[in-house]
């Protein structure tokens, strides 16, 4: 059984910066394409970055700069630090595994807010 399980998000006063996590368990975790996602209310979910089995990232062009995914294959897990943070963030966050198949998380909240 595929399972995603993010963690790490939270209220965040502007500037401020979080780390989000996404343990996988029930796949070969080093072989798959990871994405984070993210979806604000009332907007369509949109991706925020991704980061190939070897480790290549990728990042939408409205993000460059502050946000950095990462991923440790052998903690199963891929990271997104999240810096310099912006009310326009808030959203709920999803992690998204891809190879042949694809499996989402549950989402984390973050909301940034004074």
């Known amino acids: 059984q595929v399972q995603l399980v993010e963690s790490g998000g939270g209220l965040v006063q502007p500037g401020g910066s979080l780390r989000l996590s996404c343990a996988a368990s029930?796949?070969?975790?080093?072989?798959?394409?990871m994405s984070w996602y993210r979806q604000a209310p009332g907007k369509q979910r949109e991706l925020v970055a991704s980061?190939?089995?070897?480790?290549?990232?990728n990042y939408a062009d409205s993000l460059k700069g502050r946000f950095a995914i990462s991923r440790d294959n052998a903690k199963n897990t891929v990271y997104l630090q999240m810096n310099n943070l912006k009310p326009e963030d808030t959203a709920v966050y999803y992690c998204?595994?891809?190879?042949?198949?694809?499996?989402w998380g549950q989402g984390t909240q973050v909301t940034v807010s004074s």
């Open positions: 029930g796949i070969l975790f080093s072989l798959w394409h």
């Open positions: 998204k595994a891809v190879f042949g198949s694809d499996y």
């Open positions: 980061i190939t089995s070897d480790s290549r990232p």
